[in-house]
């Protein structure tokens, strides 16, 4: 469909679509249930107060608790539990600042709505806590410090220029010595007698590290996820050059900004890459929960935005959890592969409704789910399949413990009944 002006004319929209978001709201989009696109899409420059984040922060994620499972699945797939640290926000958290349609005010979110951080401040965030451990290694052992980081996080050719944060690292005199030497630590690691066809680090060629840092998605989320922030210009003419000297006479000009709030819980998963290993991901795990609690993660971190407890009172919580769910995720999948059992299915076609009714009125009590998941299967599928009657007379009475005791087996085994 073509897109035509409508009567709010700043907006170039598809003509259905502005029906529904624009024509009879106030403010425009106030009826869009979408967070990321009221948020990056249908964001409006001219509001001059707080309706349009006050918006985004009521509305809520779509299909939160849905995306958070399935993130969860494929993290238990692609990591080891003791590969995910979980970081519970001690302060609120910006990450994107500069990036979205409202410029300095962006934040990342995923096309769900959901706060995440990127892998690339996660790696970021691990690198800058191992290059302030190297800064305050003792002289003598920041050549084998310097070799672990490059192996981790890898390193291009500007890594081992005399500007680079290898070279801040480093620090005193020795610098470039200490430089050369890990270059060719490496080398010799990497390419073993072989002759590098020129000086070394130079001649070193690049490398992607042997850690994935995956980006951080809420584990748990505060109850309201994303809060309101300002931060106030003071001296606007002076910064934009059109005064020499900041006198205490300009208007202040404030800012607002969303941040995600304190209390809730995001989960870093870390993978070792082809050529890496447990040794690495463990060096890569624990200057990444240094950075998270002494320097922060996302922007304003020197103001204590971003800080994180990585406590292991934390980690041992939801770590349990997390091989909690997918031990039942395994089971889960055990069950799905189960068939009814053709001898069990003739047993119960010489049974008489009532005894019928009392073998299955007794999974209605949780305590009764445990035990013989084939008969278990096969009663339901017996019930709800080849004889129906008891299940036709009991499918209005939803309250009732047949009733009851057929859903708690459908969700056991991933059953629709009919």
């Known amino acids: ?14 003509s259905d679509t502005a029906r529904v978001l624009v024509e009879g ?5 106030s009826q869009c249930t979408s967070r990321s696109l009221l948020l990056e899409r249908f964001a409006d420059p001219e509001l001059k107060n707080d309706t349009y984040w006050q918006a985004a922060i009521k509305t809520k994620p779509c299909l939160a608790e849905e995306r958070r499972n399935a993130w969860l699945g494929f993290i238990n797939t692609a990591c080891k539990p003791c590969d995910l640290l979980f970081g519970r926000l001690r302060s609120r958290l910006m990450v994107n600042m500069a990036g979205g349609v409202m410029e300095n005010a962006g934040l990342c979110l995923d096309r769900f ?14 690198r800058r806590a191992a290059i302030h451990a190297l800064r305050h290694t003792p002289v003598e052992h920041k050549v084998d410090r310097l070799v672990e980081i490059a192996l981790v996080f890898g390193w291009s050719d500007g890594d081992w220029s005399d500007s680079s944060d290898f070279a801040y690292g480093c620090q005193d005199g020795k610098s470039a010595a200490i430089r050369k030497t890990a270059a060719e630590k490496l080398w010799q690691r990497i390419y073993g007698d072989r002759q590098p066809k020129g000086k070394l680090p130079q001649a070193l060629p690049n490398f992607a590290g042997s850690v994935h840092f995956l980006p951080a998605h809420p584990y748990r989320l505060a109850e309201r996820d994303l809060e309101l922030d300002v931060v106030t210009c003071h001296h606007p003419e002076y910064y934009q050059g059109k005064k020499k000297t900041a006198f205490d006479c300009e208007y202040p000009i404030p800012v607002l900004f969303l ?12 993978q ?9 991901t463990a060096k890569a795990q624990a200057w990444l929960k240094r950075g998270l609690e002494t320097m922060g993660i996302g922007a304003k971190t020197g103001a204590g935005y971003g800080w994180c407890d990585c406590s292991e009172q934390v980690q041992k919580k939801h770590q349990e959890e997390i091989v909690q769910q997918r031990e039942e995720h395994e089971r889960a999948q055990k069950r799905a592969s189960l068939e009814p059992d053709p001898e069990r299915l003739n047993s119960f076609k010489s049974l008489k409704e009532s005894d019928l009714r009392g073998k299955i009125k007794k999974f209605s009590e949780e305590e009764w789910m445990e035990g013989d998941e084939v008969y278990q299967l096969s009663l339901f599928h017996y019930l709800t399949t080849i004889d129906t009657q008891i299940y036709e007379k009991e499918r209005n009475n939803p309250k009732g413990r047949i009733f009851r005791a057929l859903k708690n087996l459908a969700t056991k085994f991933g059953k629709t009944p009919p």
């Open 1 to 14: 469909m073509s897109a035509q002006r409508t009567s709010h004319s700043r907006w170039l929209l598809p």
């Open 25 to 29: 709201n106030d403010p425009p989009f």
């Open 113 to 126: 709505g959901l706060p995440y951080i990127p892998g690339s401040a996660v790696k970021g965030c691990a």
């Open 259 to 270: 941040t995600v709030a304190p209390g809730s819980i995001f989960v870093f998963p870390l």
């Open 272 to 280: 070792a890459a082809r050529h890496g290993g447990e040794e690495w």
